[in-house]
């Protein structure tokens, strides 16, 4: 158990919906990530907040938004889904944002869109 | 812009061989390197990673990695492979003052009994 709590576990939504994505951090981290998992796309970073303000931002679509709250845990926004975002989504956090520190992952949010 | 590449999507092994996952890197400056493991529907754990000192490192399960700097590579390697080490794997690296963590297509283990 590497200490970063993801919820929901698995979800099944509809094309054109918006769902929400949550995920703690390991006690003490300041540091949140989010990753995207699919087949055919591998794993792609999303975006990277610290201590509540966002510090990098990868592929993320526009449709997609996140923030980190004062208590470190962070939401992730999917909206106007379509079905080519079914996918894993991973939370990871770490200690610090140094190159040299270590991200710990959740175990993942299976999204679906039918 | 940094990138990984693993060049092999499957390596087959024989229990109690020694086993070998490559990783090949690209930064623009010094690298840290990271090796995750992945099992089925789980998210992905930290197995080791080389940030300065000696190319041998050594890590969780028994696997080490060997950092070749002018080879630009980061091999995941472990003397006697177990069928439980059945896995996905992913080579990830990061350059210093980077924010992203870039990873590796992956690789998929499979140790035969």
């Known amino acids: 158990d590497s200490g970063v709590t993801q919820t929901p576990k698995h979800l099944i939504t509809a094309t054109g919906q918006r769902v929400t994505l949550r995920c703690s951090p390991r006690s003490g981290d300041l540091s949140v990530y989010w990753y995207q998992q699919s087949l055919d796309q591998g794993l792609q970073f999303l975006i990277h907040?610290?201590?509540?303000?966002?510090?990098a931002k990868g592929n993320i679509l526009e449709r997609f938004s996140a923030q980190q709250f004062p208590d470190l845990h962070s939401e992730l926004n999917l909206s106007s889904l379509e079905l080519g975002d079914s996918a894993l989504y991973f939370c990871?956090?770490?200690?610090?944002?140094?190159?040299?520190?270590?991200?710990?992952f959740g175990e993942g949010s299976w999204l679906t869109v039918v | 812009a940094q990138s990984v590449a693993q060049p092999e999507d499957q390596v087959n092994v024989a229990e109690g061989n020694p086993l070998t996952v490559k990783c090949t890197y690209s930064?623009?400056?010094?690298?840290?390197l990271f090796w995750y493991v992945q099992y089925p529907n789980r998210g992905l754990q930290f197995l080791l990673k080389y940030i300065t000192g000696d190319n041998l490192v050594k890590g969780s399960y028994g696997f080490e990695a060997e950092f070749n700097k002018s080879q630009t590579s980061f091999h995941l390697k472990k003397p006697s492979a177990l069928v439980s080490d059945s896995a996905l794997y992913f080579c990830?690296?990061?350059?210093?003052?980077?924010?992203?963590?870039?990873f590796g297509p992956g690789t998929r283990l499979s140790v035969l009994p």
């Open positions: 990871a956090s770490s200690e610090k944002t140094g190159a040299g520190n270590t991200i710990y």
């Open positions: 930064v623009s400056g010094n690298p840290y």
């Open positions: 990830a690296v990061r350059e210093m003052g980077g924010q992203n963590f870039v």
């Open positions: 907040y610290y201590n509540g303000e966002e510090r």
